[in-house]
T-cell receptor
Framework: SQQGEEDPQALSIQEGENATMNCSYK?????LQWYRQNSGRGLVHLIL?????REKHSGRLRVTLDTSKKSSSLLITASRAADTASYFCATDKTGTYKYIFGTGTRLKVLA | NAGVTQTPKFQVLKTGQSMTLQCAQDMNHEYMSWYRQDPGMGLRLIHY???????DQGEVPNGYNVSRSTTEDFPLRLLSAAPSQTSVYFC????????????????FGPGTRLTVL
């Protein structure tokens, strides 16, 4: 079964708006990562947040982690057409070397 | 650095055929893994390795074999291809392994698109 589940499955916004997507997982983790995948391409790592961190920023990205709720959110501010992609969260379960990916959020940014 | 490379990019097989998907990385990463991605879905872990000579199963290992004789290479072998194995296959590597390395970021190859008829 999938460790991570993203919500919403699809999101369509106007350029300049903020995009928020959420990830829920099931077990204790070492860290949570967010990846972007452009259509038909490989995944690109965006940001990693460790289990003892609550918030992290990287450019226009802001990630939060709530380990009590087993959830994370990714905020993309001032979105651009180039942000159109699928976004996946991935977790590695404590005590294992297995990375488990969620089902993804398909983001479409309209120019 | 070339990063993570995968060959071939595309492959068509007939049911029952076997083949090997190649994956190589030149970053001296200990951790390597194989995923499959089916349409509209996330990635599912097939097998992974935390260092040369050490492999283990992921979520969906049935029908696949791996070996890790060197740090650089992590081939994925399909034993007897089935239509259910039609998918896009991604290889990834990470500094994280048994000897340490806490970055945990995974670097992905471009993928192999496999069709089994």
């Amino acid at each position: 079964s999938q460790q991570g589940e993203e919500d919403p499955q699809a999101l369509s916004i106007q350029e300049g708006e903020n995009a928020t997507m959420n990830c829920s997982y099931k077990t204790s983790i070492n860290n949570l990562q967010w990846y972007r995948q452009n259509s038909g391409r490989g995944l690109v790592h965006l940001i990693l947040i460790r289990s003892n961190e609550r918030e992290k920023h990287s450019g226009r990205l802001r990630v939060t982690l709530d380990t009590s709720k087993k959830s994370s959110s990714l905020l993309i501010t001032a979105s651009r057409a180039a942000d159109t992609a699928s976004y996946f969260c991935a977790t590695d379960k404590t005590g294992t070397y297995k990375y488990i990916f969620g089902t993804g959020t398909r983001l479409k940014v309209l120019a | 650095n070339a990063g993570v490379t995968q060959t071939p990019k595309f492959q068509v097989l007939k049911t029952g055929q076997s083949m090997t998907l190649q994956c190589a990385q030149d970053m001296n990463h200990e951790y390597m893994s194989w995923y499959r991605q089916d349409p509209g879905m996330g990635l599912r872990l097939i097998h992974y390795s935390v260092g040369a000579g050490i492999t283990d199963q992921g979520e969906v290992p049935n029908g696949y074999n791996v070996s890790r004789s060197t740090t650089e290479d992590f081939p994925l072998r399909l034993l007897s291809a089935a239509p259910s194995q039609t998918s896009v296959y991604f290889c990834a590597s990470s500094p994280r392994g048994l000897a340490g390395g806490r970055t945990d970021t995974q670097y992905f190859g471009p993928g192999t698109r496999l069709t089994v008829l």
